[in-house]
């Protein structure tokens, strides 16, 4: 399949495949943030997904897509925690078994957030990409199904109907913050957005710490970079060398990119649990600290911000209070 074929169509049906299995999540005005910007800034809180995050969308449209067949295989995925949640939660609501591999940089918070869907847990790579490859030599040898974390166009239609729900809600908007990482979220919101609303900007935010996307996107193809400590630790891990859609659909269909410090990552995730009461991760801040940067959102717009998931551990969240206050 051509890598640009995703069509309007597609979208559609993946919204009526998995609207049993998500939630319409809410898109809710953020009034400091909008006073700041001089503009209308409305988070789009993914984090009250069932499982946390954003990832059962792709999660649940591609399993589904499967046939029963290939449904009786099995499963596996190669995850930094959230899609392995999305994975191991639709597997479990479906009957099926389902095995996730893991980097051991994976924070332990979301390795134990994962158990309660009782899947096969493997944590034994130094980098996603090793990981992935054990789940690939799975399914050569054993036939059990890999489900990509982004590159795969199943995933990118399913992280598309977060752009159908946005416009549904505020159909004037005219700039999306999305969080960017290996590119399926960004890709499925950039291909919904454009393919719904012409006129609405997409910026991709990444932290500033091993942005492989950003990096490749510099380089003019997909590179690989070694992992580093990030509060934004749910944006880590490659795009993969053979990557067959996203970087060309970041490329081509993503109008900005950006990088945020740890120190502002760390100012998002306070600003969201002092403004709107909710404990988040750091990848799902990234917007917000962008957005709370001087100068970076034009006074008048009408703002879209992406919070993608809560999987963080409270010694985590207790640092982040204490060196605020401190200050």
Do not use: W
């Given at each position: 399949m051509d890598k640009k074929s995703i069509l309007k169509r597609d979208l559609w049906m993946a919204k009526k495949r998995i609207a049993p299995y998500i939630s319409h999540t809410p898109f809710v005005y953020s009034h400091r943030l909008s006073r700041l910007t001089g503009s209308e800034v409305y988070l789009k809180f993914e984090n009250m997904q069932e499982i946390g995050a954003f990832k059962i969308r792709g999660a649940a449209n591609k399993i589904l897509s499967l046939t029963p067949e290939e449904?009786?295989?099995?499963?596996?995925?190669?995850?930094?925690?959230?899609?392995?949640?999305?994975?191991?939660?639709?597997?479990?609501?479906?009957?099926?078994?389902?095995?996730v591999c893991m980097s051991r940089h994976v924070p332990q918070v979301k390795v134990e957030m994962m158990k309660r869907w009782n899947p096969t847990i493997l944590q034994e790579w130094d980098s996603q990409d090793a990981?992935?490859?054990?789940?690939?030599?799975?399914?050569?040898?054993?036939?059990?199904?890999?489900?990509?974390?982004?590159?795969?166009?199943?995933?990118?239609?399913?992280?598309?109907?977060?752009?159908?729900?946005?416009?549904?809600?505020?159909?004037?908007?005219?700039?999306?913050?999305?969080?960017?990482?290996?590119?399926?979220?960004i890709s499925g919101v950039a291909l919904g957005m454009k393919l719904l609303s012409d006129q609405v900007k997409v910026v991709g935010?990444?932290?500033?710490?091993?942005?492989?996307?950003?990096?490749?996107?510099?380089?003019?193809?997909?590179?690989?970079?070694?992992?580093?400590?990030?509060?934004?630790?749910?944006?880590?891990?490659?795009?993969?060398?053979?990557?067959?859609?996203?970087?060309?659909?970041?490329?081509?269909?993503?109008?900005?990119?950006?990088?945020?410090?740890?120190?502002?990552?760390?100012?998002?995730?306070?600003?969201?649990?002092?403004?709107?009461?909710?404990?988040v991760e750091g990848a799902s801040a990234v917007g917000v600290a962008y957005a709370m940067r001087p100068g970076m959102i034009e006074p008048g717009s009408r703002v879209g911000i992406v919070v993608t998931g809560r999987g963080v551990s409270m010694d985590t969240v207790e640092k982040i209070l204490e060196e605020r206050y401190r200050a």
């Open positions: 449904q009786a295989r099995g499963v596996s995925t190669f995850s930094t925690g959230n899609h392995g949640m999305a994975v191991a939660c639709m597997a479990q609501k479906l009957g099926m078994n389902a095995i990981a992935g490859e054990y789940c690939y030599q799975m399914e050569k040898e054993r036939g059990i199904i890999v489900i990509p974390p982004f590159d795969d166009k199943e995933i990118i239609c399913g992280q598309a109907t977060m752009a159908i729900e946005m416009l549904e809600d505020q159909p004037l908007l005219d700039t999306v913050l999305v969080p960017l990482s290996g590119g399926g979220l935010i990444s932290m500033e710490r091993s942005a492989v996307m950003i990096e490749s996107l510099k380089a003019g193809h997909p590179v690989e970079l070694p992992e580093e400590p990030t509060l934004a630790d749910s944006l880590l891990g490659g795009i993969g060398l053979d990557n067959q859609y996203t970087f060309d659909i970041v490329r081509d269909y993503v109008d900005e990119t950006a990088q945020v410090s740890e120190t502002e990552i760390a100012d998002g995730m306070a600003y969201i649990m002092e403004e709107h009461k909710m404990i």
